[in-house]
């Protein structure tokens, strides 16, 4: 286990081999705004230092040029469009229903934090989430995150702290819960509009300019007609700075803390900045776009083409950049469910990009959706509201639209030159994608595609795992259920609603018919398979031996542990027993044996004994004599009986806790012992006519009641008492088995 190590922030440390600790730290509507990758002005130290210490990405891409489907993306592995979420999920419930879009994000969808906690993860996210809405919408307890924090006291500044606010509360999470792997979301509000930097924040840049030359492409011709611009430069830069300086003091206790090597941080921006024409009256709208054509509420790369730094030490080559690789933000999942060992759920739209995030460039397979639908007026109304890329090139289209537009990333990133007429069939083919995309977003009833076997069978101790493949439009969710109930993540029992269902140890309690039922507001379909646990039987309680009378009803039973079906024989003195002529129950677990003449006398093996089997194995219990004895006893005659192996429930009533010298057992059964030997409890075995009856001495605070003490006779039967019933009133005598072979002699009552 990781070792607690001191330091100021009273962190841990993690040992080798830990499995590795997760950071996903997204800011809000930043742009290029990192010194160290090219913006003139803005001072970013920390995450200059991040860039020296991992790798970046110079081909990310977001999901959306908005908040919310982004977010959907990165927790759900899928196109946010596919959830009916295109664009930002407003407070105004109305505005969602008009844009035909949910509340919220569906809670049964295997999310990234479910595969996190799978894996034994500790869950947090700490700043902004914006992904339900409403009254009616799930906390996100709801969402597989086990501790969050999505507010902060508002202060003068509004949000121009909160940065620093979420990382005091993460620092707080990951204090609490270092010692153990955890998966954090540290979403920050900045750098959204408004920012309002304090006179602290904006003193960083006494004196400094931020002349519009300084930019490289679409930003500089974008910021020649900003009002205000150096105002606007310096508010923005000021906040820009807190954020860096939030990010850096996250880095420094990582590394006080002992997590830093141990750790995979991901820092990215959800979209592209604000863009000022949108007469917003909030926005400054001066994020750096660098070279790339669009902002924020466009598809065009400025919108969606996002700085992307990992670190891992040790793993990911430090102070390298990856200019070939295209990931998106769907690509998280996935590549995380990988990080952790655990299973990557199918037909997601991300790709498993592990191995590009450690340092290792590959082409992607499957290309880039986009659906935007903007609500957004002037220089935006008229952008495309569908975009695909697929290897280097890039169409954006909608019906409707007089010309696509198709550029060619690799020669063209800034999408400069539309290169549709001249590539009519690369055109054609990305066009078509688009539309069976379209296609695809239509509700469909889910359908399966793979599914476990009818039945299975397991021994005890194995561990068994069923996977449901299915897709649908919405994504479809999973539930498992057993014999009717639907069943909940315990120990020993993960994936209970996601489509691969792990039972680990099975047991004899485990069998059962199993359903997966799959799910969207399609409809519903199911994949079922039934579990049988095969265990041969043992005897958990053997036959004891009986004493009768003469006339007597003997009765044997024997208990087992075994899988279905149990079959039984019972044998006496080797011979199967077959029911009639007093017989009854030879074929079950329980034996009554009548009309045995006196004398009789059997014992051991020579009795009765009963033979269990199930298809896996068998057992022969042990046997167990029967003694029947002819009526003619004297008319009262009293046996001290003394329990053998100490009283029923040992363990259960030793201790004395009245402190008067007598075991609770003793007190409870009321019972004391001749001689002062209080070893081990005694009755009264009283034989009255043909009845036998059994007494106990009562004593309840050093005072004897009921029938007093009897002297011992020389002949003793010993009573083992295997249940006890009632001990206030009756005992229940299953065997007395003599002890000598001898005549009583009458006793009389003290």
């Known amino acids: 286990m990781p070792t607690r190590r001191s330091s100021d922030l009273g962190g841990t440390a993690q040992g080798e081999g830990d499995p590795p600790n997760v950071i996903m730290i997204l800011v809000d509507d930043m742009g290029w705004d990192i010194a160290a990758l090219g913006h003139p002005h803005v001072k970013t130290p920390n995450l200059d230092r991040l860039v020296s210490e991992g790798r970046v990405f110079e081909n990310f891409y977001v999901a959306s040029p908005v908040c919310s489907p982004t977010r959907v993306s990165f927790m759900t592995g899928h196109q946010p469009s596919r959830f009916g979420i295109h664009d930002f999920i407003s407070s105004n419930l109305r505005v969602n229903m008009r844009r035909n879009m949910p ?19 500790r869950t947090g996210h700490f700043g902004k989430w914006h992904l339900s809405r409403g009254s009616n919408a799930p906390r996100l307890t709801d969402y597989g995150i086990d501790e969050f924090r999505t507010s902060w006291p508002i202060n003068n500044h509004y949000w121009s702290y909160s940065s620093h606010y979420f990382v005091d509360a993460a620092i707080g999470f990951l204090d609490a819960n270092g010692d153990q792997p955890f998966y954090l979301n540290l979403w920050f509000f900045q750098m959204h509009d408004p920012l309002v930097a304090s006179s602290a924040q904006k003193r960083v840049y006494d004196g400094e300019t931020f002349p519009v030359e300084d930019f490289d492409s679409y930003m500089r011709d974008y910021c020649v007609s900003m009002p205000d611009a150096h105002e606007r430069f310096l508010e923005y830069n000021a906040v820009m700075t807190s954020v860096d300086g939030a990010v850096g003091r996250l880095l420094d206790y990582l590394e006080q803390a002992g997590l830093a090597e141990n750790t995979l941080l991901l820092f990215t921006s959800d ?16 994020g750096n776009t660098g070279r790339f054509r669009g ?19 040790g793993v990911i080559p430090a102070g390298t950049v990856d200019t070939t690789s295209v990931i998106c933000s769907s690509d998280w999942l996935p590549s995380i469910a990988t990080l952790l060992g655990e299973f990557v759920p199918p037909f997601l739209d991300g790709e498993d990009r592990l191995e590009v995030l450690k340092g290792t460039p590959s082409a992607r397979a499957t290309p880039i959706v986009w659906e935007y639908r903007s609500d957004a007026v002037g ?55 688009i539309e069976d ?42 539930q498992w259920y057993r014999n009717g109930v639907a069943l909940e993540n315990r120990s020993g029992l993960q994936g209970a609603s996601s489509p691969l269902l792990t039972i680990e140890n099975v047991g004899l ?15 519903t379909v199911e994949s079922s398979v039934q579990l049988t646990v095969e265990l041969a039987p043992t005897v958990t309680r053997h036959p004891v031996p009986v004493f009768l009378w003469d006339g007597g009803v003997a009765s044997y039973s024997v208990s087992v542990i075994a899988s279905e079906p149990i079959s039984y024989q019972w044998l006496r003195n080797g011979v199967a027993l077959s029911d009639g002529g007093g017989i009854e129950g030879s074929r079950t677990a329980y034996l009554l044996i009548g009309g045995l ?56 009533y030793e201790e004395d806790s009245d402190g008067d010298g007598w075991n609770n057992f003793h007190e409870f059964a009321g019972v004391t012992n001749p001689n002062d030997d209080r070893s081990k409890p005694y009755f009264d075995v009283v034989w009255v006519g043909d009845a036998l009856e059994v007494h106990y001495n009562r004593w309840r605070g050093g005072v004897e009641t009921g029938f007093g003490s009897y ?4 002949l003793r039967y010993e009573l083992e008492i295997l249940e006890a019933t009632n001990w206030e009133s009756s005992l229940e005598l299953l065997s007395l088995v003599r002890s000598e072979e001898h005549t009583p002699e009458l006793q009389s009552q003290a």
């Not at 902002?295 to 030490?313: L, N, Q, T």
């Not at 109304?381 to 639209?401: T, V």
């Not at 309690?509 to 409809?523: H, I, L, P, R």
């Not at 002297?711 to 020389?714: D, G, N, Q, R, V």
Request: hydrophobic residues 35%.
């Open 295 to 313: 902002r924020k509420r466009s598809i065009y790369e400025g919108g969606v083409r996002m700085p992307c730094i990992a670190r891992w030490p």
């Open 437 to 478: 995309f379209q296609g695809e977003l239509a509700p469909r009833v889910p359908e399966i595609h793979s599914q476990p076997p009818a039945n299975e069978t397991s021994d005890p101790g194995d561990s068994v795992s069923w996977m449901v493949e299915a897709s649908g439009s919405p994504p479809p969710a999973f």
């Open 271 to 286: 979209n592209g900045p604000e863009d000022y024409r949108l007469n917003l009256s909030s926005s400054l709208g001066c």
């Open 379 to 433: 220089p935006l109304s008229n952008a495309p509201q569908f975009a695909i890329r697929d290897g280097r090139w890039k169409l954006l289209w909608e019906e409707g639209l007089a010309e696509p537009e198709l550029y060619d990333l690799v020669d063209d990133p800034e999408e400069r030159h539309n290169v549709a007429a001249l590539e009519s069939a690369v055109v054609a083919t990305l066009r078509q994608k």
């Open 711 to 714: 002297e011992t006779p020389e």
């Open 509 to 523: 309690s485990d069998t059962g018919d199993y359903v997966c039922e799959v799910k969207n507001s399609a409809g």
């Open 103 to 121: 509340n919220y994000l569906d809670t049964d969808v295997v999310l990234v934090t479910d595969v996190a906690k799978r894996a034994g993860y």
């Open 597 to 652: 003449p006196a004398p009789l006398s059997l014992s051991g093996s020579a009795g009765y004994r009963c033979q269990v089997w199930n298809p896996v194995g068998a057992i022969l219990s042990e046997g167990a004599g029967v003694t029947v004895i002819a009526p003619g006893a004297p008319t009262f005659e009293t046996w001290h009986v003394f329990h053998l192996g100490g009283p029923v429930g040992s363990g259960t």
